[in-house]
């Protein structure tokens, strides 16, 4: 059953270019993380990666994930949402622009000027099945 983000934790995704680190599962069982950008559309996340990165690769095989959120001004604040992951590649190119806007001030195609050669761009949704911590 879907879990729902606090109204604090949806002000904070939605007003500040929060850092989220993702866990995905490696073939081998073993964690992968990385730090992201993020965005949410009511209670999901929206993460983008590009087709061929490692966590593209692991979430098509394992759906499932962890998302850490840690405002970088309250260390002691956190929510890890664990929840499940659908992918696509429509909308891909917008959502990043939106990150990149919402994190740099800029588009993506500005901010990162090789992104031409990137491959097609992933929209990462993660639905919550559980949400803990103290935002």
Known sequence: MPSALSEDLKRLIDDTPVFASVATIQPDGSPQMSVTWLARDGDDLLISTT???????NLRRDPRVSVLINPHNAPYTYAEVRGTAELTTEGG??????????????????FNPASGEDS????????????????
């Open 51 to 57: 087709v061929g990165r490692r966590k593209e690769t």
């Open 93 to 110: 190119q917008e959502l990043i622009d939106q990150l990149s806007r919402k994190y740099t001030g800029k588009e993506y195609a500005d």
């Open 120 to 135: 097609a761009r992933v929209v990462i949704r993660i639905t919550p099945r559980k949400v803990i911590g103290s935002i």
